[in-house]
């Protein structure tokens, strides 16, 4: 490959899995007190069964907006939405919880990976774009 690796260059779940045990290593990545409680969206019956899941979606919010800028919560609560349950009727989209997204991006711009977009939502700052494109290097240095 010619130029630098980026995000783009590894797989999704590689990526997610690598850099949010990053952020759970580092300790920067400040976890909100009822993450053990809450659920992540209003049609969910239980909340999620992996300690870590705030480390996952902060790492999956990061690198959904390095690859499109200008996200907010609207967005983030449609892309982690799904089904919801209505018994014998049929299935429908259902939004995921504005308040988990919000913490979210709220926690990596305190750690400087996003920053406000003049336009409206997020964007990757220089800093946490250089992170994310060293953290996908390393990647692909141990698949080779």
Do not use: C
């Not at 018994?87 to 429908?92: M, S, V, Y």
């Not at 750690?111 to 994310?132: A, F």
Request: glycine share 10%.
């Amino acid at each position: 490959m010619t130029g630098g690796i980026t995000v783009k260059d590894v797989s999704a779940h590689d990526f997610v899995k690598s850099y949010a045990a990053y952020l759970k290593r580092t300790g920067k990545l400040e976890v909100p007190k009822w993450v053990d409680l809450v659920k992540t969206a209003t049609y969910k019956e239980l909340a999620p069964y992996d300690q870590d899941w705030f480390y996952i979606r902060a790492a999956s919010v990061a690198r959904h907006i390095y690859l499109r800028n200008g996200v907010g919560v609207g967005a983030l609560k449609k892309n982690y939405g799904g089904r919801v349950n209505r018994g014998n009727r049929p299935h429908h989209h259902a939004i995921a919880s504005g308040s988990v997204a919000r913490k979210v991006m709220q926690a990596l711009e305190k750690i400087k990976v996003l920053e406000h977009d003049p336009n409206g939502g997020r964007r990757i700052s220089q800093d946490g774009q250089k992170d994310l494109d060293r953290i996908a290097a390393q990647i692909v240095r141990a698949d080779q």
